[in-house]
DNA sequence: TCTATTTCCTTGACAGATCAACTAGTGTTA
DNA sequence: TAACACTAGTTGATCTGTCAAGGAAATAGA
């Protein structure tokens, strides 16, 4: 999950703690979706889903806006639609394209999740001043770049 | 890999922030990693045992060091022994043990990695001056405690 | 209009993460 | 010393990430 911990440069120091928080970050949400049988990943689909409203998203759009290799996303796609959350149908404009749409399993499943998810986003940055917190933010965005 | 985009509240912008960071990280190394066949964990994993020395660590310790579920680094342990790269042995004062040390093939290959890997941590925060890869270091450390 | 290329997606194969169940030694204690 | 619990590690199952290869529809060019 995380580089190791023998420590000589700073920046390893400081790569290795933004690894490390984001690691916290994953695993909490993870604890969070658990007791709903989804995980992160699925989540993150059905989200992405119900923002895209009722028409759906053909396959590849769902893994742009996850920053995923497309491989994964179908298989992503495969389970949900076995859990009934998601169904998916031919575009007829374009016939190589699946239109995947959220079901309303779907939409209940997210609203329940929607005040605990809410406040796993509190609770993860419970020791942050705002002012913080945008830093943070900032920082972040810089990486790599 | 990510949370999704749909943006309204600002944490949420700051983890996805971070969370997307850690990614550009984790790919950074994996692409310097890649020539060498070794997996970010693989890499992990050689570390630490070559910072255990030549009498290694069972395979409890290396998986605690990385902060990795233990079954996940059995099979990681598989992987290098078949490579050549580690050694397993029984311990002979606790039976149950098994005591992974590093070859001297994974010494030398360490040893090619060990500029292309710092360089590596220069670039990732070569955008940053080192006041501020200190406030990042601040920052992510005080996420989720 | 027919071939060549591109695009969208799927499949196969393998590394890895995580949970649950299990084996084999160790230690403890009655 | 026999029964019990504990520890170290492995194995199996499922999900995810990634690469490489491929099918099928759409598009471009001759």
């Known amino acids: 999950m995380v580089l190791n911990t023998p420590v000589e440069q700073p920046s390893k120091e400081t ?27 699925q989540f993150n689909v059905l989200r992405i889903l119900r923002g895209a409203g009722p028409q759906g998203l053909p396959t590849l759009e769902v893994g742009e806006r996850m920053i995923e290799k497309t491989p994964g996303v179908t298989r992503l796609l495969d389970r949900l639609e076995e859990k009934g959350l998601v169904s998916r149908e ?8 699946q239109l995947c749409t959220r079901t309303q ?13 809410v406040q796993g986003d509190r609770d993860t940055l419970a020791n942050l001043t705002a002012q913080e917190e945008n830093e943070l933010k900032d920082l972040t965005s810089r990486i790599l770049r």
Do not use: N
């Open 15 to 41: 790569i290795l703690s933004v690894l490390k928080a984001a690691d916290r970050i994953r695993r909490h949400f993870t604890e969070i979706l658990k007791p709903c049988g989804l995980t992160l990943q």
């Open 90 to 97: 031919r575009c007829h404009e374009d016939r190589r394209q």
């Open 105 to 117: 399993a779907a939409l209940d499943l997210l609203a329940e999740l929607d005040e605990p998810i």
